[in-house]
């Protein structure tokens, strides 16, 4: 009693022999951080680039005040913000990985094929010049 039978070998209760133990690789982890924050910063870095840039070409080229300009920037840092969650969801609930990249390829397809009917900013230009 107190004895327990191991891959053919008996050890006493609590005293296992040394068995060798199988390689396990573990993805990601701390090797991957770098790539992860990496990639987080690029990200922020645009998205606070484009914040100026955005308020500026909405008050120049299509002729918006300056809250109007940062409310139109509010509702698309919003959805760019939140959407992903919404896309995840779907993607993981309903779709799939190929699902959903074959709904964003056509997406985007057909956004870029219609995109020749969006307003010309152009029409919208007010002359600021001083006479």
Request: glycine residues 8%; positive net charge.
């Amino acid at each position: 009693m107190g004895t327990v039978m191991i891959n053919s070998y008996i050890a006493e209760k609590n005293h296992f022999p040394s068995l060798p133990r199988p390689h396990k690789s573990s993805p990601g982890g701390w090797k991957a951080i770098r790539y992860i924050l990496g990639t987080e910063t690029f990200e922020k870095l645009a998205t606070m680039g484009l914040i100026a840039n955005l308020v500026v070409y909405l008050n120049t080229r299509y002729n918006m005040d300056n809250a109007t300009s940062a409310y139109v920037f509010n509702i698309w840092s919003g959805l760019t913000n939140f959407l992903p969650l919404a896309g995840a969801f779907v993607s993981d609930a309903f779709l799939g990985r190929f699902g959903t990249l074959l709904f964003g390829t056509t997406a985007l397809l057909l956004v870029k094929i219609s995109s020749h009917d969006l307003p010309n900013p152009e029409n919208y230009r007010v002359d600021r010049s001083i006479n």
